[in-house]
């Protein structure tokens, strides 16, 4: 499930949706923080109490240091990778950006890398994975949450492999 990349001078960073702990907007911090990318760019799929997902990461970062200007949030109705990386595909196409590192947590990076490379091949991206408090890929059978995690990665991979 795992897929490691090396991250490379970039024109972007972009945080996938679904960080609900703030553990990829942070991975992001961290990169642009060591001048991998001069941008952030959140992707958002949802809301919760008023607020989008991508206002929310963009406080949370902003809160812990980020430079506001730093971060944008693309707001989409994506409800699956797949939409979301067509949406993503031609909002940094319409933006310019040639190169970008794909943040998204650990467990989702391999699955993730293959979908988005399938839908903006003309685009130079590596996948960075956050790492996940509540997933330990050496130990992910061991806990609850792990199994759950694991259980719906590895049915999402299947069902991607199905086109489904």
């Known amino acids: 499930m795992i897929l490691e990349e090396a991250p490379f001078k970039a024109d972007a960073i972009v945080v996938l949706a679904?960080?609900?702990?703030?553990?990829?907007?942070?991975?992001?911090v961290e990169l642009f923080q060591g001048?991998?990318?001069?941008?952030?760019?959140?992707?958002?799929?949802?809301?919760?109490?008023?607020?989008?997902e991508g206002q929310l990461a963009t406080q949370y970062a902003v809160n812990r240091g980020?430079?506001?200007?730093?971060?944008?949030?693309?707001?989409?109705?994506?409800?699956?990778?797949?939409e979301e990386s067509k949406f993503l595909a031609a909002e940094l196409a319409r933006r310019g950006v040639k190169s970008y590192l794909l943040v998204s947590s650990d467990y989702h990076t391999r699955r993730a890398a293959k979908v988005v490379r399938r839908n903006a091949s003309d685009i130079t991206m590596h996948v960075i994975g956050s790492k996940t408090a509540k997933f330990d890929p050496d130990t992910w059978w061991?806990?609850?949450?792990?199994?759950?995690i694991w259980l719906m990665e590895a049915a999402k991979t299947?069902?991607?492999w199905m086109r489904l």
């Open 18 to 28: 679904g960080d609900v702990a703030g553990e990829r907007v942070m991975k992001a």
């Open 35 to 52: 001048r991998w990318a001069p941008k952030i760019f959140v992707s958002s799929a949802g809301s919760f109490f008023d607020a989008t």
């Open 66 to 82: 980020l430079p506001a200007v730093a971060i944008e949030v693309l707001q989409s109705n994506a409800d699956s990778t797949i």
């Open 142 to 148: 061991q806990n609850r949450p792990a199994r759950k």
């Open 158 to 160: 299947v069902a991607d």
